[in-house]
């Protein structure tokens, strides 16, 4: 058994599994999840952004390698669905031209009656949240409670992607816009462990701006990440946050879902080797970031 394995399940108090968002990355999460049941740790709690909320929800309804086996399954099956087609305009064009997202959320919506047994946030044996976006009032919302398929689409309507998502009167969007890596809301809700399932996204550097919309999605980059390292930085005493390895990323268009296999099996080795401590150096994190790196205690 690994020296860091030994030393977590000396620590007491509630466990948290913190997923970011990511897109088409979040496949990444699936083979952190698998290594993390493997290894015999197990949250009391699963809080969800973007993607994350929605593989946090489908882990939550059944937090075994059973569960997992049928959300593995989802992923390597994503990229017959066309759940994001590629369409007949070239991105520009589509950008361009009138209505608020390239693509409309049915058959997402689809895939989420499918892969869901529970129809409620109160029937997954795990405590689950997601979060989105208030548009109007410019805020963080979390969903713990009522419907779960709604608020998971609106934790996931992308901005210009996806279409935003009305619940009670209120549109949401991403719930990445304002809280992508949730882990102060898991230390507010009593967590002292809190494993970061981030997607790689928002440690990969971005390249250098050669359009527009490079520049604004950079903008948005930066912000998620500012947020991040903010939160990794504001940890209480007695509180560790540990960033498990993504293993091998790399840029895709985000309708691609061909690889979700490789990134799945890539981040399970990295964090299995990560858990087992056999390995030392865990990929581009930046110091201030590293997987294991982020710890406070009293």
């Known amino acids: 058994m690994g020296k860091l394995r030994d030393l977590l399940r000396r620590r007491s108090g509630p466990v948290a599994f913190v997923l970011s968002g990511g897109g088409n990355h979040g496949a990444v999460q699936v083979g952190m999840l698998r290594a993390l049941v493997e290894h015999d740790i197990h949250p009391q709690m699963v809080l969800g952004s973007s993607i994350g909320a929605i593989n946090g929800a489908v882990f939550a309804q059944d937090p075994t390698l059973t569960g997992l086996a049928r959300l593995e399954d989802l992923w390597r099956g994503l990229a017959g669905q066309e759940v994001l087609p590629s369409g007949l305009l070239p991105s520009a064009l589509a950008i361009a031209r009138r209505g608020e997202a390239i693509h409309g959320n049915d058959r997402l919506r689809g895939v989420l009656h499918g892969v869901l047994r529970a129809d409620l946030f109160e029937q997954l044996p795990l405590r689950f949240q997601c979060v989105a976006t208030d548009v109007l009032e410019a805020r963080e919302v979390w969903f713990s409670t009522g419907p779960l398929v709604e608020p998971l689409l609106a934790s996931a309507a992308l ?35 809190v494993y970061v399932l981030h997607c790689g996204t928002i440690d990969r550097p971005r390249p250098e701006p050669k359009r527009p919309l490079d520049v604004v999605v950079q903008a948005y980059w930066a912000g998620r990440r500012h947020r991040f390292k903010t939160a990794l930085e504001s940890l209480p005493p007695g509180v560790e946050a540990i960033v498990l390895p993504t293993g091998a990323t790399s840029a895709m268009r985000y309708n691609d879902f061909s690889r979700s296999g490789e990134l799945i099996r890539s981040a399970h080795v990295a964090t299995e080797r990560f858990l087992d401590g056999t390995v030392e150096d865990h990929g581009p994190l930046p110091p201030d970031a590293r997987p294991g790196a982020s710890t406070k205690d009293a």
């Open 159 to 193: 901005p210009g992607i996806l279409p935003a998502v009305e619940i009670d009167g209120v549109r949401y969007l991403d719930g990445a816009i304002v809280n992508d890596v949730p882990i102060l809301r898991a230390v507010a809700l009593g967590a002292t462990t």
